[in-house]
């Protein structure tokens, strides 16, 4: 019984033995392959990447581009790795689609950055209370609870490109910054502000405390965003998609828009509708001279 005893003891140790090693081995092969990077979130597409590296307000670990990238396209990313010191790789493309997903377009270019970062909602709110009393009014936008990340991204860059000074999203029920996020943004969440409440209701009633329009959005409201003094300093109101928004938030915004339709289709897509609306803001705010005829107006509005 003894003997069998040692006999068991001693398999088992060459067992465990074994499987040190082969764990040893895997961590080995694990540090060693060229797509082993530290848990951190995935940004890419030329444009979203680009804007990162332009802004430089994020972390980058490492980019990947694929073998057969064009030079040309991928120029400035190239020059911007090299001068932020990032480190730059080239990998096959079926290793780049793994890691993103084979349904994504990354575009042959993926990187590996630091996580988008929320603002702390007392940083923006004290900036656009401050610019309340100037004659750059401010303009923000207050999300109830939008759940597609792709229509959350859509409106932080149209939230950008329109100046706002902030997006203020719910802290529970809705999507965060998540890597579809940054990537429907096409690089707008490296540069418009983004805090979570944790209740909309409260933070509605701090801003109209402090003189800031609350103007919500309804198909069956009765006034047209087009006849709202956007000059005013106001916050935007967006519901969420199908739904819009909840009875209470309703009720507490100072007016109710509506975007006129036309067609058979009752509504515009929440993401489309942001655009529509902040844009109408835009167009209020800008002077345009006699001068400047309808080409530079328009301009603005199609960039580059």
């Known amino acids: 019984m003894k003997e069998n005893r040692k006999s068991q003891k001693g398999k088992f140790a060459k067992n465990n033995e074994k499987r040190e090693r082969r764990e040893e081995r895997r961590e080995i092969n694990k540090k060693n392959s060229p797509l082993t990077i530290h848990r951190s979130p995935l940004i890419y597409g030329v444009l979203p990447v680009l804007e990162v590296l332009r802004a430089g307000k994020r972390r980058i670990e490492k980019i990947f581009v694929v073998e057969t990238a064009h030079e040309e396209r991928l120029k400035e990313i190239f020059l911007l790795a090299r001068k932020n010191g990032v480190v730059l790789q080239k990998v096959q493309r079926e290793n780049l689609s793994r890691l993103v997903g084979n ?14 970062d929320y ?6 709110l004290n900036e656009i209370f401050q610019k309340a009393e100037t004659e750059d009014k401010p303009l923000v936008v207050i999300l109830d609870g939008i759940e597609d990340p792709r229509n959350l991204g859509a409106i932080l860059r149209s939230a950008e490109c329109a100046g706002a000074s902030g997006v203020f999203i719910p802290e529970r029920r809705a999507v965060g910054l998540t890597e579809t996020v940054v990537k429907s943004s096409a690089g707008a969440t490296e540069y418009v502000k983004v805090a979570k409440v944790p209740n909309t209701n409260r933070l509605i009633d701090r801003l109209k405390e402090n003189n800031i329009w609350v103007v919500g959005t309804s198909g069956e409201a009765e ?15 967006l519901g969420s998609e199908g739904k819009g928004l909840h009875r209470l ?3 507490k915004c100072d007016a109710l828009v509506k975007i006129p ?3 058979k289709i009752e509504s515009l897509n929440v993401s489309v509708a942001a655009g529509v ?9 800008t002077k345009v001279t006699v001068n400047d005829g309808l080409s530079n107006g328009f301009r603005c509005f199609i960039g580059q």
């Open 103 to 116: 349904d994504a377009n990354h575009q042959g270019v993926v990187a590996f950055v630091a996580s988008a």
């Open 277 to 285: 609306i902040l844009f109408e803001a835009v167009r209020q705010r």
């Open 223 to 237: 006034t047209n965003y087009t006849d709202w003094d956007w000059r005013l300093p106001c916050a935007l109101v």
């Open 249 to 251: 938030v309703a009720e």
């Open 119 to 124: 603002i702390d909602s007392e940083e923006i």
């Open 261 to 263: 339709m036309r067609g």
